[in-house]
């Protein structure tokens, strides 16, 4: 157990519709990172957040947004949802210092199925 | 921006074969170097890491080290198991990327007993 956790495991919706997903770091972690996991592109980095400011932004595409809350838990919204949106979505945590040799630690991701 | 190559898979190897998974990177300045392992059904986790020019990481009789001369950190293990069958992923962090991961496409390991 990585000590991150993600909400929920598993969804399923339609095209068109806005889905929600919830990470909740590691306690004293105050960096999170998202990642999308598809076949086709693997595993990419979309954004990150350091005690509750973007840090960094990868591939995320405009209908995606996140935010990190004064508790540190962060959402990722997805929106307008399409069917190569399904993937698995992966949050990381880590303390967020300089150092670059830091572990991220992951969550068991969340599922997300467009139908 | 960081890039990274990894040996094309499935690789697939009986038990208490000797395992090498070639890894090769791009990245800015003086990057860290990780291998994630990934299990079936379960999310990433950290296999092992090197954070300077001829570091060794290990883990679980896995090994890497640093080639700053030939941007690698090939995996081995001497002797595989049933239980290593997974995705492993290499992954540098470099000097701009503010410790965002840059994933190589992953190695699907099989291994038969």
């Known amino acids: 157990d990585s000590g991150v956790t993600q909400t929920p495991k598993h969804l399923i919706t339609a095209t068109g519709q806005r889905v929600t997903l919830r990470c909740s770091p590691r306690?004293?972690?105050?960096?999170v990172y998202w990642y999308q996991q598809s076949l086709d592109q693997g595993l990419q980095f979309l954004i990150q957040y350091y005690n509750g400011e973007e840090r960094a932004k990868g591939n995320i595409l405009e209908r995606f947004s996140a935010q990190q809350f004064p508790d540190l838990h962060s959402e990722l919204n997805l929106s307008s949802l399409e069917l190569g949106d399904s993937a698995l979505y992966f949050c990381a945590s880590s303390s967020g210092g300089p150092f670059l040799g830091e572990t991220q630690y992951f969550g068991p991701g969340t599922r997300l199925l467009v139908l | 921006g960081d890039s990274v190559t990894q040996m094309e898979g499935p690789v697939t190897l009986s038990e208490e074969a000797f395992l090498t998974i070639n890894c090769t990177y791009t990245?800015?300045?003086?990057?860290?170097l990780f291998w994630y392992v990934q299990y079936p059904g379960e999310g990433l986790q950290l296999l092992l890491k090197a954070t300077k020019a001829d570091d060794k990481g290990s883990n679980k009789g896995f090994e890497a080290t640093y080639r700053k001369e030939t941007t690698s950190f090939h995996l081995e293990k001497g002797s595989v198991q049933v239980s290593d069958s997974a995705v492993y992923f290499c992954a540098p962090v470099g000097g701009t990327s503010y410790g965002k991961l840059t994933f190589g496409q992953g190695t699907i390991l099989t291994v038969h007993p």
């Open positions: 990245a800015t300045g003086y990057p860290s």
């Open positions: 306690s004293g972690d105050l960096s």
